[in-house]
């Protein structure tokens, strides 16, 4: 393999984890800035909007949660789960019943507990625990929401589409915004990168001595 494929690959990953790295770096940056400050002031899922948010779009929402309407789908690839949601839809606190579209939902990348459930539950609704969840709002409609669509294929209309969507922070507030140093990032990007490009510039050295031992 030619010392030339070695080398471009060496540079392509100091570029890209350089990319990754400094990415890393803004989003720790606004969480220790979010850290320095208190929480959001609450306010109930019925009456949200952008001007409630934090930085980094954190919140803290109170609704009462609809257990009966507990969603959880995975998205698989050849028969394999590759990731996996939660949803459950977040009514207002003072909702007598359920009815119509629910305004919000508490969403989470991977399971929600009871446990979790519990911890955050500050009083019991008509129909539901009524919740105060401190965490972030999806910005955008991510995969999650586009697995979603593709699994309703259009039959029917997807329930999540526009809602408030806010995912707890996992461990509490503390433990999610506590910034994480991206040196251990860094030093396997130039460790990989640079040898990637060492091991290409010593190939280079060798391609001749060994076509002269070829032809010898």
């Not at 690839?77 to 919000?104: C, F, Q, R």
């Not at 709002?137 to 969507?165: C, H, I, Q, S, T």
Request: proline share 6%; with cysteine.
């Amino acid at each position: 393999m030619s010392w030339k494929i070695f080398a471009g690959a060496g540079a392509f990953v100091l570029l890209l984890g350089t990319l990754i790295c400094f990415a890393v770096s803004a989003s720790e940056d606004q969480n220790a800035a979010a850290l320095r400050r208190p929480p959001p002031a609450a306010v109930g899922v019925e009456g949200f909007n952008r001007a409630n948010e934090g930085i980094d779009h954190e919140v803290t929402i109170v609704g009462q949660l609809d257990l009966a309407n507990w969603m959880e789908y995975t998205i698989t690839k050849n028969g394999d789960e590759k990731h996996h949601w939660s949803m459950i839809p977040l009514y207002p606190a003072s909702a007598a019943a359920v009815t119509g579209p629910a305004p919000g939902a508490m969403v989470r990348d991977g399971m929600i507990t009871d446990a979790e459930i519990r911890k955050l539950t500050i009083g019991k609704g008509a129909f539901g625990p009524i919740v105060r969840i401190n965490g972030k709002r999806f910005a955008y409609d991510g995969m999650e929401n586009d697995a979603l669509n593709k699994a309703l294929g259009g039959r029917v209309e997807n329930p999540w589409n526009g809602l408030v969507k806010v995912e707890p922070f996992v461990g509490g507030r503390t433990a999610a915004l506590t910034p994480v140093s991206v040196i251990p990032l860094v030093v396997v990007v130039a460790l990989l990168g640079f040898g990637l490009i060492g091991f290409g510039l010593y190939r280079r050295h060798r391609e001749p001595i060994e076509e002269a031992n070829y032809y010898a």
